[in-house]
């Protein structure tokens, strides 16, 4: 079974504090991904990465920055949290093939900036 | 530029009701589709997904799907819910790179 873990479940700072969401997949896949999920909104892509020290912004980038040193490790930073970052982050996982790329999902990390 | 629309925030139904949840894309090109679900205080998961083929999909737990192409719709399809299918439903397409998800549909079933 692929095993995508997420460093913390539940997670509660302080505005203007630097945050740092950690990801871990166990199944060598090259691609990894950040989401944020928000009531209303779905999934919104933040960013993502095909190989280590690689990146790709997506779809609401700002405010954010990622961090891939080994392949199997993926980061997601917030230099200065603010209030409207509070949301549920998503880590996901794919392999690398030419054909559809069905992603695995983390159990996500429900944040809170006070 | 590609996009996911689904028709429904929230359905309410009774269990043994039927079940469909409309989903339609909007990307020129070929297209891979999926319906993930999200069950409470659990992990996104994937309940099916198109590649190529036969466009009536079969997934986890007794859910299908079919691709119309003329229509660019994905509709997930259950013919007699349970309690226990509860949960977030979220399409989603991958065209040109990265998945593009819908907002979601909340599906509660009462017993």
């Known amino acids: 079974d692929v095993k995508v873990t997420q460093s913390s479940r539940y997670l509660v700072k302080r505005t203007g504090e630097k945050v740092f969401l950690e990801c871990v997949q166990d199944m060598d896949h090259e691609n990894m991904f950040w989401y944020r999920q928000d009531p209303g909104l779905g999934l919104r892509l933040i960013y993502f990465?095909?190989?280590?020290?690689?990146?790709e912004k997506g779809d609401i980038p700002e405010g954010y920055s990622v961090s891939r040193e080994k392949k199997e490790r993926f980061s997601l930073i917030l230099e200065s949290a603010s209030t409207n970052q509070t949301s549920m982050y998503l880590c996901?996982?794919?392999?690398?093939?030419?054909?559809?790329?069905?992603?695995?999902f983390g159990p996500g990390t429900r944040l809170t900036v006070l | 530029a590609q996009s996911v629309s689904q028709h429904n925030h929230h359905v309410i139904l009774s269990e043994a009701a039927s079940l469909e949840l409309g989903c339609n894309y909007s990307?020129?090109?070929?297209?891979?589709l999926f319906w993930y679900v999200q069950y409470p205080g659990q992990h996104l998961q994937l309940l099916l997904k198109?590649?190529?083929?036969?466009?009536l999909v079969k997934g986890i737990k007794g859910f299908e799907a079919e691709f119309i192409k003329s229509k660019f719709s994905f509709n997930l399809r259950k013919p007699s819910v349970q309690w226990s299918d509860t949960a977030e439903y979220f399409c989603?397409?991958?065209?040109?790179?990265?998945?593009?998800f819908g907002k979601g549909t909340m599906l509660l079933v009462s017993p």
């Open positions: 198109y590649f190529s083929g036969d466009p």
């Open positions: 996901a996982s794919s392999p690398h093939t030419k054909t559809y790329n069905e992603q695995f």
């Open positions: 990307y020129g090109g070929t297209v891979n």
């Open positions: 989603a397409l991958k065209g040109y790179s990265t998945l593009t």
């Open positions: 990465s095909y190989d280590v020290k690689m990146k």
